[in-house]
């Protein structure tokens, strides 16, 4: 029996217990009888099982997630790397665990230092001047600097800009803010190579455009490399440039945002500074910003700092790598990702082949096996069939410049004999596929359910016995 087969309300057996306690011999000075109306009728239902079956259940439970501690994850735009756990301990410590949002100032200086020094190393590892750490996740902090860049036009009475450019290329968080921030989405379209197209954009930039969102590697894994020439066009058309520094990784150390001439960004210090992530948090997106841009901030001043258990993994994080090292994360990304591009664009469909920085993307199989009667396998398939040799599938059906979409981006954090692993079940995949899609197409076959309709799932849950 597997434990996971079973709700542990199934386990149940009448008068077993998962405790032994002494018998008390004291007095009870604490019974009150409480008021009918609130008494219990019936008594409650709960499980009654043995201690070592509620230890087997929880942890069968814990094994069916999937996680950077259980094996490799290579989720493009995520950057699931590793979280070294000494980040875990400084987190935990009671110090600043147990710290309050209204404590009196005088006994917050430790935390207060935190934020300062933290503050400082983004600011040089980024070139802004200084961050705020309000915002708790990355779509936050693009919603927090999008009102900055309105703020700034307002206060110069400029009250025309409106719009907003981001290019097709953009994380889907990008349009979402923006238009949470009542701006209107002008598209810019990439190029053959994947790059914002500096021509089509040119036209594009008059007195009503705000400004540009960017990311740089943009989500294609591609380093925009007229950021020069597109920073100077949105700046003489009076407009901002806004940079997304969610997976900030491949730059780190190495090229700073704000002398590529960005004014306002964000980073996720889940992703690109530690702290393990997914399933929706705890996450911090910070917001820099450029001098001119310091008065639109807001303060850093009052008790309540945001995600401060992030912040400090993150500062933990800085600490640890130092100066030197912290630029040594940026070229193994990205080596890595080249590595796996280039071990397997014989078996898959690789639409941009130039080097690509910390992640890239597939377009599906060269041979998806389509026969007469037999559908090729999808990228979905390749995904789920990964599931089965125990890796995290990659980002698919992202971007969505191509149908078949497979985005892998594997971080700094993994061992040559992880990626050789991987490289060597994508191309065991892809001979399948070659031979029977079938069996991708009913994958996977190894893990407690296999393909639930997600959709239904997502809007219908049963999440009661
Ligand atoms: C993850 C990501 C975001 C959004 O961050 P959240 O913390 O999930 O809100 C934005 N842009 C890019 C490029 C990302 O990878």
């Known amino acids: 029996m597997k434990y996971y087969d079973k709700l542990i309300f199934e386990l149940s057996k009448k008068g077993r217990t998962a ?95 935190v934020i300062a020094e933290l503050d400082a190393a983004l600011a040089a590892i980024t070139g802004m001047r200084h961050f705020t750490f309000k915002p708790c996740a990355g779509a936050h902090g693009e919603l927090t600097g999008l009102m900055i860049i309105r703020e700034y036009h307002l206060s110069r009475g400029d009250m025309k800009r409106t719009k907003i450019i981001v290019p097709d290329s953009a994380h889907g968080t990008n349009p979402a803010s923006a238009a949470a ?66 997976n900030m990784n491949p730059l780190l150390g190495k090229v700073r ?85 280039e071990s397997l664009k014989h078996k898959y469909k690789l639409p941009i082949t130039s080097v690509c920085k910390h992640e890239f993307v597939f377009d599906g199989l060269i041979n998806d096996g389509a026969k007469e009667g037999v559908a ?14 125990g890796f995290h599938a990659p980002t698919i059906y992202f971007p969505l410049l191509f149908h078949q979409a497979l985005m892998i981006e594997p971080t700094e954090t993994e061992s040559k004999e992880t990626l050789d692993d991987f490289i060597a079940v994508m191309e065991q995949i892809a001979d399948e596929a070659a031979q029977d899609a079938n069996i991708l197409h009913e994958a996977p076959h190894a893990t407690p359910i296999s393909r639930p309709d997600e959709t239904t799932a997502a809007r219908n849950p049963i999440l009661h016995y």
Do not use: W
């Not at 197209?197 to 007229?226: C, Q, S, W, Y």
């Not at 964000?266 to 820099?288: D, R």
């Open 19 to 113: 405790y032994s306690l002494p018998k008390v011999t004291l007095p009870c000075r604490m019974e009150k009888e409480l008021d009918e109306s609130l008494a219990r009728t019936e008594p409650l239902e709960l499980p009654e099982v043995s201690e070592v079956d509620v230890v087997r259940h929880y942890t069968a439970l814990s094994q069916m997630n999937f996680g950077v501690d259980t094996g490799f994850y290579p989720l493009g735009s995520c950057t699931m790397k590793y979280n070294p756990k000494i980040n875990e301990e400084i987190a935990a410590m009671q110090s600043f665990a147990a710290l309050h949002p209204l404590q009196p100032k005088e006994t917050t200086e430790g935390a207060e230092r």
């Open 257 to 341: 945002p704000g002398d590529m001439g960005f004014d306002v960004m964000h980073l996720n210090l889940h992703k690109t500074f530690s702290t393990p992530h997914g399933g929706g948090g705890p996450g911090s997106g910070p917001v820099g910003v450029c001098e001119k841009l310091v008065p639109f901030l807001g303060v850093n001043t009052s008790g309540y700092h945001g995600n401060f258990g992030v912040m400090l993994r993150a500062y933990a994080y800085i600490l640890m790598l130092g100066r030197e090292n912290v630029k040594l994360a940026g070229p193994l990304a990205v080596l890595n990702a080249n590595y796996i591009k």
């Open 181 to 246: 921030c009542g701006l209107e989405i002008v598209e810019a379209k990439s190029n053959a190579d994947g790059l914002v197209d500096v021509e089509d954009l040119r036209p594009l930039l008059d007195d009503t455009i705000a400004g540009i969102m960017m990311t740089n590697p943009n989500t294609l894994g591609l380093f925009e490399k007229d950021i020069c020439r597109i920073a100077t066009l949105v700046h003489e058309a009076g407009g901002l440039l806004y940079y997304d520094g969610a």
């Open 376 to 389: 090729g396998a999808t990228t979905l398939d390749v995904a789920k069939r990964l599931l089965d040799y």
